[in-house]
């Protein structure tokens, strides 16, 4: 006879689930003997165990980002299910369909302060859409099937609490009775489509407007081709967000990549001067650097209505997918014929492309250049390449120097902004794709969380890859960096070493102990040398990149308050003052004679053009 375990076990792989993030116990040891035994069959689902909870559910997340897929995660009752919640509020803020999926105690046992027993549908409420217990076995389908779909609907994360007693009780047939549901394994259709009518005004808006900017988000995910016809016809330039990175190929030459304090020059420019912005499944949460109030006539595309209108006082606002609705505008566009604002763009770039080219190249005299790192890799970067960075100055890195073409893909925790989440975001891409190149950056701190536990997963597991290549850049510079630069920058504070200090580690022979290959880069111009080496190694390969905690993280316009609290933080007696001022010295007059050279330059390209 079939318990509920088993119904679930087949009710998931009707939803199209083939693979599961999952860590065991006891509180959902009968679904893990159903899948042990589904497996034995051959009928199971592939089930990877990394080395913690939190890294199931960001694995899940990860995955729901780079497939389009549900990601389902398990783990037991409240000590898993509570592991779990980082990974679930990723997919929360990031608007991705997760299904987790957690054991609870028996039946009789809720609410009697039982062991290990919790109320998690009261923990799970806020960051689930929807959050149900199955109390009964006729239960069952209803609730797994509402999980399902509300995850793909409302594209966010949904919890199955799954009683330990319930999960052995014989599965039932629901029934027409009173009380019980008999549900769909159909998902909703979310190629959501507005009314004409609001199309066509905001086709109207864009067709006026003289200084058209598109600013793209991962919401616009499958359109690539959509958001590019559409932005040539309206002679508009692009600014991705940076988890909009993939959506646009970096050969685009009026795609200006990221805005804001990793974003670019050019970027900045497109949003003070233009005239007209279309946002594209985006939530950019940085209003400083959108238009000004009353300068830009705006309208907002997204498939999530509470956030339409809520960056920027838009005109109008399309509740709909963006590839969708971008396909019923298209037609109303009216081909731009002055391509002077599109030019103006294109023109720009290229100096600064020569900035970032000279910050990479600069040296340091206490230790590696971060980028320079960044600037080799994306100089090398295969087809197909799948690349994760992590929160903190690895993001600022990958923002300047990364450039992605049309089929790679990258991604990191964008709102959450958690930090190890780029080790369970590579693991879940070399799962997902596992004939594909998949590099992973990441801050020695954030590696040092759990990152470093996840190459005995990948040892575990990298059986399963067809192309077993991984590799794992490590930024070696023994230093909180990001929240070291934000406690000067943002609150005038110098460093406190106490709360900013990370123990140094031989991160390569850490992989070297694991069997894997370790390269350690102690010197920039040995960067170039180890990217090559790691790509022509058909196996796992670690970077311990040996760099300075000092490199500034530059934005692309240094505001008066980041110039004063630094001399606030230096003027306290930050501990590493004079490292601190030499290195910002130098990458300031980098960036100083680029810009310089940069104007030059389109001055002279403006001249010839008239």
Not at 7 to 14: E, G
Not at 423 to 439: G, S
Not at 446 to 452: R, V
Not at 576 to 604: C, F, M, N, W, Y
């Amino acid at each position: 006879m079939a318990t509920v375990s088993d119904f679930l076990i087949q009710r998931i792989k009707d939803w199209g689930v083939s693979r599961v993030f999952a860590f065991p116990g006891d509180g959902i040891g009968e679904l893990d003997g159903a899948l042990g035994k589904a497996a034995r069959k051959g009928e199971g689902l592939d089930y990877i165990r990394p080395t913690h909870e939190e890294i199931c559910a960001l694995m899940a997340t990860a995955h729901a980002k780079f497939t389009g897929e549900v990601g389902v995660c398990m783990a037991t009752s409240s000590p898993g299910a509570f592991h779990m919640l980082n990974g679930l509020y990723d997919a929360k803020m990031d608007n991705q369909p997760v299904v987790a999926i957690v054991g609870q105690q028996g039946l009789d046992s809720l609410g009697t302060f039982s062991q290990q027993e919790n109320n998690l549908e009261r923990t799970f409420e806020d960051v689930a859409a929807y959050v149900q217990t199955i109390v009964s076995p006729a239960q069952a389908q209803a609730v797994i099937d509402t999980a399902f779909r509300t995850a793909i609907a409302r594209k966010q994360p949904c919890v199955i609490v799954f009683p330990h007693d319930v999960q052995a009780m014989d599965a039932v047939e629901p029934t027409a009775a009173h009380w019980i549901a008999r549900t769909s394994d159909a998902p909703a259709h979310v190629g959501v489509t507005p009314p004409l009518d609001e199309i066509r005004k905001a086709a109207d808006i864009i067709n006026a407007g003289q200084r058209v900017t598109f600013l793209v988000g991962h919401g616009a995910v499958g359109a690539t081709d959509e958001v590019i016809e559409a932005a040539t016809i309206a002679g508009a330039g692009i600014v991705t967000a940076l988890r909009g990175k993939e959506v646009v190929p970096a050969d685009v030459p009026f795609h200006t990549q990221q805005v804001g304090l990793l974003g670019s020059l050019p970027s900045l420019h497109q949003m003070q001067d233009c005239d007209t912005l279309l946002m594209l499944g985006t939530n950019y949460p940085y209003g400083e650097f959108l238009p000004k109030t009353g300068q830009a006539r705006a309208v907002q595309v997204d498939l999530r209505p509470e956030q339409l209108g809520l960056r920027y006082p838009t005109e109008v606002n399309l509740w709909g997918d963006v590839k969708a609705t971008l396909t019923a505008l298209i037609p109303m566009l009216e081909r731009k014929t002055d391509r002077s604002w599109q030019e103006k763009i294109e023109g720009e770039w290229p100096g600064w492309e020569r900035e970032m080219l000279d910050q990479a190249m600069q040296s340091f005299p206490d230790g590696g250049n971060p980028r320079r790192i960044f600037h080799e890799l994306n100089k090398r970067l295969p087809e197909n390449a799948i690349v994760t960075c992590d929160a903190g100055t690895t993001a600022d890195w990958y923002g300047h120097h990364i450039r992605l073409r049309r089929g790679m893909k990258g991604d990191l925790s964008g709102r959450l902004a958690t930090m190890l989440a780029a080790m369970p975001y590579a693991e879940a891409a070399k799962f997902a794709y596992p004939d594909r190149t998949v590099i992973c950056t990441i801050g020695d701190g954030a590696f040092q969380m759990l990152g470093m536990n996840e190459l005995i997963t990948i040892k575990k597991y990298m059986h399963k890859w067809s192309n077993p290549q991984f590799i794992v850049i490590v930024l070696h510079n023994d230093d909180l960096a990001q929240v070291s630069w934000e406690m000067r920058t943002e609150d005038g504070n110098p460093v406190w070493e106490g709360s900013q200090d990370v123990e140094s580690v031989d991160y390569a022979g850490w992989a070297e102990l694991l069997g894997f290959k370790g390269i350690r880069v102690k010197e920039d111009d040995f960067a170039a040398a180890a990217i090559e080496a790691a790509l022509a190694h058909r196996g796992v390969t670690v970077i311990d990149d040996y760099v300075t905690r000092n490199a500034p993280p530059l934005p692309a316009k240094i505001t008066s308050e980041y110039r004063n609290n630094m001399i606030k933080a230096m003027l306290k007696g930050d501990p590493h003052e004079i490292p601190t001022l030499v290195d910002s010295a130098e990458a300031l007059v980098h960036e100083g004679v680029d810009r310089v050279k940069g104007a030059l330059h389109i001055g002279r390209g403006a001249d010839q053009n008239t």
